[in-house]
């Protein structure tokens, strides 16, 4: 299916699972708001890819989410890829 001209918000999209996720829905043509926590990240994504709206964001802070939410439209889809380890590691 292609995402030509649907918006997409993409959470933790500085690194890993969420880069890739967030490149490979804008190669298909959508319309992507890139978030990531890391302010270093976002600028990296920024720079490599003029075609997103990156954005620093703390999936963690409610006020953070509202306030971005004020700043895109509605999307089409969400795909939250942000996760926290509260203790030891991920395989843990």
Avoid at 16 to 21: H, L, M, P, V
Avoid at 32 to 58: F, G, K, W
């Amino acid at each position: 299916m292609r995402l030509t001209k649907k918006k997409v918000i993409v959470t933790a999209a500085g690194a890993g699972i969420g880069r890739a996720s967030a490149i490979a829905m804008a190669d298909q043509g959508a319309e992507v708001y890139a978030t990531d926590v890391d302010p270093n990240a976002v600028r990296d994504l920024e720079e490599s890819r003029p075609d997103m709206q990156c954005a620093v964001l703390d999936v963690t802070d409610a006020q953070a989410i509202a306030g971005f939410a004020t700043t895109v439209p509605t999307p089409d889809v969400l795909f939250n890829c942000a996760g926290y380890v509260h203790d030891g590691t991920l395989l843990e």
